[in-house]
């Protein structure tokens, strides 16, 4: 049976095994934690059900879909000291209620658990799957530092905004899809589909982060909305905007506002370009791009129709 519930629960019962006793506190305490603050555990899922649709026990894959949910709030951890961000899914962040130091060291310690997790899979496949993971995390890493060039540039295109959040974002969705079938021994051609699918469904997962930051409800978004526009980041809806309505943008950015009426009139420029519904439009778009890589797999129709249902539900997500 494919079920997210079921997989993410595998996750959630082994996760504190993985710091449970260990000292020294002050290193385990934050990444148990960071790993204790829930989320999606969107990619450990995808490797589990990419490995059960290719005839492998998801319980055979269950440490590389630790290792792939750790190194995914390692990122997170280092991206909030980097950030100077407060909160993180609705608590201090770890470098708030510790301090940065702390956060740095911790998310070091992660980064290394995650390697180990990732090197308990068989011997035969070992150097495959740490390919594919140190590749992963060295693409991971180029998306960040493009988001950060990308803080003091005027001048970011929509395509290398795409660009951007296929590194940041995309490639660790796509790595979770083939990880999960070379685990399980799926031929080349497949794997090459599985992580098409994980690539697509990670820019349409992305961009919805984006949209529902300006237009989503902060009671099930997890977080204030409109901290993208307060802090000028360079999001499509923003870039769209620069590009099309430059002096309108300008004009709003010259006046110096408070964050509530930066929001407001932001959005408002926003709302007369309809640029929401071509988000939308553009998620769509690749949910269905996502949905028909697929087809170069050979899961049976079960698997197939688990894949569809997981990428339309996380491109209609509120939260």
Not at 132 to 138: P, R
Not at 214 to 224: Q, R, S, V
Not at 234 to 246: D, G, Q, S, V
């Amino acid at each position: 049976m494919f079920s997210t519930d079921i997989f993410a629960e595998m996750v959630e019962q082994k996760l504190p095994s993985l710091t449970e006793s260990k000292t020294p506190a002050t290193l385990f305490a934050p990444i148990a934690y960071t790993l204790s603050g829930g989320g999606k555990r969107l990619r450990p899922v995808l490797l589990l059900a990419a490995a059960k649709a290719f005839g492998l026990e998801p319980e055979k894959a269950i440490d590389q879909a630790l290792g792939i949910e750790v190194f995914h709030n390692f990122t997170l951890l280092h991206d909030d000291v980097m950030d100077n961000a407060d909160v993180r899914r609705g608590r201090p962040a770890v470098h708030r209620r510790w301090n940065a130091s702390v956060a740095i060291l911790s998310g070091d310690a992660m980064l290394t658990m995650a390697t180990q997790l990732m090197a308990k899979a068989p011997e035969s496949l070992l150097p495959a799957v740490m390919e594919l993971f140190n590749t992963t995390a060295m693409e991971v890493y180029a998306g960040q530092q493009l988001d950060m060039d990308f803080e003091d540039r005027g001048d970011v295109t929509v395509e290398e905004y795409i660009e951007m959040i296929r590194l940041k974002t995309s490639v660790l969705l796509a790595c979770a899809c083939r990880m999960g079938a070379l685990l399980a021994g799926a031929s080349e051609e497949s794997q090459k589909a599985m992580y098409r699918y994980g690539e697509l469904l990670g820019l349409a997962f992305q961009l919805k982060d984006d949209l529902l930051d300006t237009y989503g409800d902060p009671a099930l978004f997890g977080k204030e909305i409109g901290g993208d526009i307060i802090n000028e980041k360079k999001t499509w809806l923003w870039i769209n905007a620069m590009e099309r309505e430059p002096q309108r943008m300008r004009q709003v950015l010259d006046k110096k506002l408070t964050d509530y009426l930066k929001i407001r009139e932001i959005t408002e420029i926003y709302d007369s370009l309809s640029l929401a519904d071509e988000s939308r439009r553009l998620i769509e778009r690749y949910t269905e791009e996502a949905v028909d890589a697929l087809a170069g797999t050979d899961i049976p129709a079960a698997a197939r129709e688990y894949f569809t249902s997981l990428a339309r539900k996380a491109a209609d997500r509120a939260n």
